[in-house]
Nanobody, 117 residues
Framework: QVQVVESGGGLVQAGGSLRLSCKFP???????????MAWYRQAPGKERELVAS???????NYPDSVKGRFAISRDNGKRTLSMRIDSLKPEDTAVYYC????????WGQGTQVTVSS
C-alpha cells in the first residue's frame, strides 16, 4: 500500500527551478503533524542522501551543498510536503523522495529530476 507519493520532477536546464511535492495519504493527520519530515535524493550510483528537513515546529535545515537553493515547506492540514529548488545544477540530477526523519515509512517511487547543462 502506497504510503507516500512524490511528484513535480522533470527535465530542466541548469539555472532553472522546480517545485516538488509529496503526499502521505495513509498517515493520520495528528501523526503527520507530530513528525519531522525530510526530502532525500539518490543520484545514479550513489547513496541516498538527506537534502532538506523540516521539524514538526517548522524549523528547516539543509546541508551546505543545497543551502540557499532548496526550500522545504509543509502543509500539516493536507499532509503534504513541498520543496522549491532554485538555481538547479547538473549535480542535482537524482530521484527525489520524501519521508519522515528519520525515515519510517515505505519509500515511494520518488520523482526524477534531471538537470541539463
Amino acid at each position: 500500500q502506497v504510503q507516500v507519493v512524490e511528484s513535480g520532477g522533470g527535465l530542466v536546464q541548469a539555472g532553472g527551478s522546480l517545485r516538488l511535492s509529496c503526499k502521505f495519504p495513509r498517515m493520520i493527520l495528528s501523526t503527520f503533524n507530530n513528525l519531522d519530515m525530510a526530502w532525500y535524493r539518490q543520484a545514479p550510483g550513489k547513496e541516498r542522501e538527506l537534502v532538506a528537513s523540516i521539524s514538526k515546529f517548522g524549523v528547516t535545515n539543509y546541508p551546505d551543498s543545497v543551502k540557499g537553493r532548496f526550500a522545504i515547506s509543509r502543509d500539516n492540514g493536507k499532509r503534504t510536503l513541498s520543496m522549491r529548488i532554485d538555481s538547479l545544477k547538473p549535480e542535482d540530477t537524482a530521484v527525489y523522495y520524501c519521508n519522515t526523519l528519520p525515515s519510517s515509512v515505505s519509500w515511494g517511487q520518488g520523482t526524477q529530476v534531471t538537470v541539463s547543462s
